[in-house]
């Protein structure tokens, strides 16, 4: 008794901690710039390297590139805030249908740089990195466009993490996917965590994130976090051209009914049944009467 007494100010400081955290994380996550995250973006900005390129076609496909090749496209401060503005460039883009993330130079990611992350070691700029990153990720995995992570070489780390933010995931024949987080002492923070549990199931999360295990084509494709595993690279490009080919199965047509179909797959996903329901029925509004609605009920395209 006399220990759960003295425990009892302990746990009450704890939930008083997280009550605050969760507060600021409210904050944080608003649509609305708050003070926190002007503060991370001051000192992401004192790290700079590499670039963040986005390349936008007729085709309605977009292509990001994370292009920091001396470091193994690892994220320096300048490229998440690079990122954020990409993420932002494509919400507006109303033509897009479909976005490719690639990285530079034959390898995908090798997540932060570690000359950024140890000068913001300490926990609360660790937090206000780790709530900024999450933001500009969930921001992209919710964008209206069907889009790809084309993993070539290694995808370590927060480079891990960033596939799961795609909503399918490719890889060449001799690409890893890893997700080295125990290894340097900590887990997830990008959100990499929680989307994983989603792609693959708790079990399977549990044995990538606490074994550190690398996920080769043949892994990913068993446990369901690859969809496609492409041919080995015949000449720079090679592998870009693939999966644009690849992911234009699913971006042929109208702009705005593919838009339409990410938007309430999105909404099923992370809205309650109810809430889902009714957001459907707005979307469903937007394409009733559309244009590719009336082409295609005047060519009789239903059962073609």
Not at 196 to 223: E, F, T, Y
Request: net charge positive; proline share 4%; charged share 20%.
């Amino acid at each position: 008794m006399a220990l759960c007494a003295a425990s009892r100010p302990l746990l009450q400081n704890t939930r008083n901690a997280l009550r605050r955290c969760f507060k600021q994380s409210r904050a944080f996550y608003s649509n609305t710039s708050s003070p926190q995250e002007e503060e991370i973006r001051q000192k992401l900005q004192l790290f700079p390297g590499g670039s963040i390129d986005l390349q936008k076609e007729k085709s309605g496909i977009a292509v990001m590139t994370v292009n920091n090749p001396a470091r193994m496209n690892a994220f320096s401060g300048s490229m998440m805030l690079e990122l954020e503005e990409r993420v932002s460039e494509l919400e507006t883009w109303t033509e897009g249908k479909g976005l490719i993330v690639q990285g530079a130079a034959g390898t995908f990611c090798s997540g932060s740089d570690l000359n950024a992350v140890r000068a913001i070691s300490n926990p609360q700029d660790g937090m206000k990195m780790c709530m900024f990153m999450q933001k500009t990720l969930t921001r992209l995995l919710r964008l209206p466009l069907i889009s790809v992570a084309l993993v070539e070489g290694k995808a370590l780390g927060g480079g891990a993490e960033l596939t799961t933010a795609c909503d399918f995931r490719l890889m060449t024949s001799d690409a890893v996917i890893q997700f080295v987080h125990k290894h340097m002492g900590l887990v997830p923070g990008w959100g990499g965590a929680a989307r994983l549990v989603r792609i693959v199931g708790s079990q399977n999360a549990l044995k990538l994130l606490g074994g550190a295990k690398k996920v080769d084509p043949h892994l990913g494709r068993q446990i369901g976090l690859v969809d496609e595993v492409l041919s080995s690279p015949l000449g720079e490009g090679s592998s870009l051209v693939e999966a644009e080919q690849w992911l234009s199965q699913f971006t042929k047509g109208s702009a705005p009914v593919i838009r339409a179909v990410k938007k309430v797959v999105v909404s099923g996903r992370e809205l309650s049944l109810e809430e889902a329901l009714r957001t459907e029925k707005d979307i469903f509004g937007t394409v009733w009467g559309g244009p590719a609605n009336l082409e295609a009920l005047a060519q009789k395209t239903k059962h073609n």
